[in-house]
């Protein structure tokens, strides 16, 4: 890695604020062009951009909307655009909404507006698209996000983008796609078992764009990936926090042991306060991804997939509690339940109380608790795929 593509330090930013405050001060004039020359293509050198090769393109061509003022390219391929608003005006919401639509059109997930004064940094983030807006002179206070547009951590995402990319391409042609590998294989294996072919090849498609396409925020984006949400329309600093993931600690295990289809089968619970993994439910109606969540380990990803079934699919409407993946077990332990008690009567000594007060059982191995995620979820008429250390 040369110098120009090392990231952007505290030291860098504290040094670029400093000249870029006496530019605006100095300056009689600061008309868009004068703002482009001794603030903006500063700003793009500071973060690692070369405004002399190629790498830094002007007056780039959109469809619906008027050129982006800069286009930040990785691999010949435009990553970031970049608008630039004449130092003396405000930044309008309406400015931030044409930068919206420039990315959507050009593919493109990262934009940095811009009148040398104020920034907005914009993410896509799936279906949304999330902002910070911040001061010159508070950069020093937001080094990790304005980080992610130098040029080194520009260039290290071009491969997830690279995948973003391949699975939208593949998504808008799916049936084609499934029926063609279909086909072969039906035609491979002289048309036996066509029905099971079709079948597979249907999930395996479902298996690859989930692989292909980006990881839901709620699963490990970590809190310094992209900027945050923020209000626009005002250039002070709208938020000082970013985007958290959602992992929870598992509490201590109890005397309860594992749960799976044969409650009380004496299995080891270790798993079940594993820490430092990666346990990602990912849930699907039909062939639509409808949420993911995860944490380090299994009992927390099934406590936030059930969360997610409560909130937004109405699970409980759909139960009998105390509730237990063998119903027909009349002594089986709870793993779902009202009070922290099992139907016998015994006290569930170790559980984890869910936001609408639910007691959920905190002893679940992993192979327990992705039986437990799994019933739940075709209750709600939804099906779940594992990823991770499951």
């Known amino acids: 890695m040369t110098d120009n593509e090392e990231s952007m330090t505290g030291t860098d930013m504290r040094e670029y604020v400093e ?23 500063p700003f793009l050198e500071a973060l690692g951009w070369d405004v002399r090769l190629p790498e830094v393109e002007a007056d780039v061509n959109v469809p619906d909307r008027d050129p982006v003022d800069y286009a930040l390219r990785v691999d010949d391929r435009p990553a970031v655009f970049v608008d630039v608003v004449p130092c003396e005006d405000s930044l309008r919401e309406a400015d931030i909404d044409r930068l919206e639509v420039g990315m959507t059109a050009g593919g493109v997930d990262w934009g940095i507006l811009t009148n ?3 920034f907005v940094f914009l993410a896509r983030n799936g279906d949304d698209v999330e902002r910070l807006e911040c001061r010159l002179d508070r950069f020093p206070s937001h080094e990790d996000a304005v980080s992610m547009y130098t040029k080194a951590a520009v260039e290290s995402r071009r491969p ?5 990319i391949a699975a939208e391409r593949i998504a808008k042609r799916r049936e084609a796609v499934a029926e063609t590998l279909t086909e072969t294989l039906v035609a491979a294996a002289d048309g036996a078992a066509t029905d099971e072919i079709a079948a597979i090849v249907d999930g395996f498609v479902d298996d690859l764009l989930v692989a292909l396409g980006p990881d839901d925020a709620a699963v490990n984006d970590g809190g310094a990936a992209r900027p945050s949400k923020a209000t626009a329309g005002n250039s002070a600093d709208s938020t000082d926090g970013d985007p958290a993931a959602t992992g929870r600690k598992d509490a201590s295990p109890g005397d309860d042991g594992p749960t799976g289809s044969s409650p009380g089968d004496g299995r080891s619970a270790s798993s079940a306060t594993t820490e430092g993994g990666e346990y990602v439910v990912r849930v699907f109606d039909g062939r639509t991804s409808v949420g993911a969540v995860g944490t380090e380990d299994p009992v927390g990803a099934m406590a936030n997939a059930i969360e ?17 993946p063998d119903a027909s077990d009349e002594k089986g332990r709870a ?4 009070t922290p008690v099992h139907p016998n009567g015994t ?14 059982l905190a002893t679940l191995d992993a192979s327990s608790a992705k039986a437990v995620v799994r019933e739940l979820a075709g209750q709600s008429g939804l099906r779940v795929m594992f990823q991770g250390d499951w």
């Open 335 to 338: 793993v779902l339940a009202r």
């Open 160 to 164: 997830a983008a690279d995948r973003r």
């Open 308 to 324: 997610l079934l409560l909130d937004r699919y109405a699970l409980d409407s759909r139960l009998t509690l105390p509730w237990r």
């Open 347 to 360: 006290e569930m000594r170790s559980h984890r109380r869910l936001s609408n007060g639910y007691c959920l």
């Open 116 to 118: 040398g004064r104020s």
């Open 19 to 41: 000249r870029a405050h006496t530019a605006v001060t100095e300056s009689d004039d600061l008309s868009l062009r004068n703002t482009e020359l001794r603030l903006v293509q």
